[in-house]
């Protein structure tokens, strides 16, 4: 580790090659995820999943190209974030730490919640004002071009929304403290809630929407409406803010119903 921090990462080649395999595994992640995703859930649990399918099972192939052409363009972005948060490491302006006992042990887990509802709350009212008509038709509109969306959709974004995710992560290291480990657990997290939020398929159990934990956490069904009805839903990893702004789908808890068999 300290033959890492101590690469001049802020030199060109040396930004242009950590750069680059940043790019190389958010990339790689992507595409495996999502691919993996979709073959579990419609090939190989396919007929015990059919009611919960939202979308699919089959999407345009120009669609579908679309989206890994715009995912690669932003896992670029998120590939510079990467490494201009990896030369701040070095510089000692974030506040990640490598030292477990830095803090108390329930602080580990209190800064990961914390970290996701900050970021939930910051792209809540991002995506408000990316609804904007002007600002939606020069940026938005790239994300929502898939409104029967896929495993794939979860990074086609445009470069300037791009952007504006990418910079969060950074912003926050600044000034949350963090275990790396806590760190790599969160931007996990980040992965695994875009794949399921877009891949078109509830993976949550019926009730969940009545459930005192469940009901809070954004799914399948829920982003999916935002997707097709365009003005609710607004929310990333809860629903804190749809509720508390009254911009949740109306009907979302029936059709979480519908497609999970709940009563």
């Known amino acids: 580790m300290d033959s890492f921090l101590a690469t001049p990462f802020s030199e060109p080649p040396y930004f242009l090659l950590l750069t680059a395999i940043v790019f190389t595994v958010v990339f790689l992640r992507y595409l495996l995820f999502s691919g993996f995703y979709h073959y579990l859930f419609y090939r190989w649990l396919g007929p015990r999943f059919s009611r919960r399918i939202l979308n699919g099972p089959s999407w345009p192939k120009q669609q579908l190209r679309r989206e890994v052409w715009r995912s690669l363009l932003a896992s670029l972005v998120f590939a510079l974030s990467g490494t201009l948060l990896v030369i701040a490491w070095q510089r000692g302006w974030t506040r990640i730490y490598l ?39 020069r940026i938005h509109k790239w994300h929502h071009d898939s409104i029967r969306t896929s495993s794939l959709t979860s990074f086609s974004f445009h470069p300037v929304e791009s952007t504006l995710q990418a910079v969060f992560v950074p912003a926050l290291i600044l000034f949350l403290p963090m275990h790396l480990i806590v760190l ?44 097709k009805l365009f003005r609710v839903n607004f929310g990333l990893y809860f629903t804190f803010w749809d509720r508390w702004m009254r911009t949740e789908s109306r009907d979302y808890e029936e059709t979480f119903r519908r497609h999970t068999g709940g009563k």
Request: cysteine-free; charged content about 15%; glycine content about 6%.
């Open 99 to 137: 030292d477990w006992s830095a803090h108390a042990w329930w602080y580990h887990p209190l800064s990961l919640l914390l970290a996701l509802f900050l970021q939930d709350t910051y792209y809540y009212w991002l995506h408000r004002w990316m609804h904007r008509p002007r600002v939606y038709r």
């Open 184 to 227: 790599f657990v969160y931007l996990l997290i980040m992965t695994l809630s875009g794949t399921i939020n877009h891949a078109g398929v509830e993976v949550f159990p019926a009730g969940a929407e009545r459930h005192w934990l469940g009901k809070w956490i954004i799914g399948a069904t829920h982003h999916d409406q935002h997707h």
